[in-house]
T-cell receptor, first 113, second 110 residues
Framework: EAGVVQSPRYKIIEKKQPVAFWCNPI?????LYWYRQNLGQGPELLIR????????DSQLPKDRFSAERLKGVDSTLKIQPAELGDSAVYLC???????????FGPGTRLTVL | KNEVEQSPQNLTAQEGEFITINCSYS?????LHWLQQHPGGGIVSLFM???GKKKHGRLIATINIQEKHSSLHITASHPRDSAVYIC????????????FGKGTHLIIQP
């Protein structure tokens, strides 16, 4: 069974540029999470989806970050414009339901110059 | 104040040693997770538990809900166990994403 797929794996951009990350969860998983992990820190939740509905986006910086999961399957996380402090690994995870074991993708390492 | 505290932050041990990593949390939780992250690699879920003890191979996880404390043990440690081990909890309230600790960086020397 395929795991959580994320692309790209690495992205280097200049500040003020836009960037987008894509995540395809495990088939059949209704719950999808986006996390951000800064160097030397544990991940922090940005947003959680139940199917196509964003049910917890309280930690998402809405002035520059946006996310969508239009058909309740794959999801896109966008930053526009990117800032130096956005450099981090962006992790996507999915689970069958919101209290089940979460399966993580390999992450996208973003470097903002 | 971090709601999840792990100790130690760094641990170096010899192959074969019994390893214990501790996790304390300060809020009511619905479940506690132990995860493993290799350098440059993704995160793998090891255990999810809400009471008692779970065992998988050489790994054992325990939790004491009353004391808000959990431990991860590795028996007969091996260099391939070298990784960052992260404790995370799911709260009992509405936000059901995980709240993570900073991780314990474990190195097992041959």
């Amino acid at each position: 069974e395929a795991g959580v797929v994320q692309s790209p794996r690495y992205k280097i951009i200049e500040k003020k540029q836009p960037v987008a990350f894509w995540c395809n969860p495990i088939s059949g998983h209704n719950t999808l999470y986006w996390y951000r992990q800064n160097l030397g820190q544990g991940p922090e939740l940005l947003i959680r989806y139940e199917n196509e509905e964003a049910v917890d986006d309280s930690q998402l910086p809405k002035d520059r970050f946006s996310a969508e999961r239009l058909k309740g399957v794959d999801s896109t996380l966008k930053i526009q414009p990117a800032e130096l402090g956005d450099s981090a690994v962006y992790l996507c995870a999915s689970s069958p339901g919101y209290r089940d074991t979460q399966y993580f993708g390999p992450g996208t390492r973003l470097t903002v110059l | 104040k971090n709601e999840v505290e792990q100790s130690p932050q760094n641990l170096t041990a010899q192959e074969g040693e019994f390893i214990t990593i501790n996790c304390s949390y300060s809020v009511g939780i619905s479940a506690l997770h132990w995860l493993q992250q290799h350098p440059g690699g993704g995160i793998v879920s090891l255990f999810m538990l809400s009471s008692g003890k779970k065992k998988h191979g050489r790994l054992i996880a325990t939790i004491n809900i009353q004391e808000k404390h959990s431990s991860l043990h590795i028996t007969a440690s091996h260099p391939r166990d070298s990784a960052v081990y992260i404790c995370a909890f799911q709260s009992g309230g509405g936000a059901d994403g995980l709240t993570f600790g900073k991780g314990t960086h474990l190195i097992i020397q041959p």
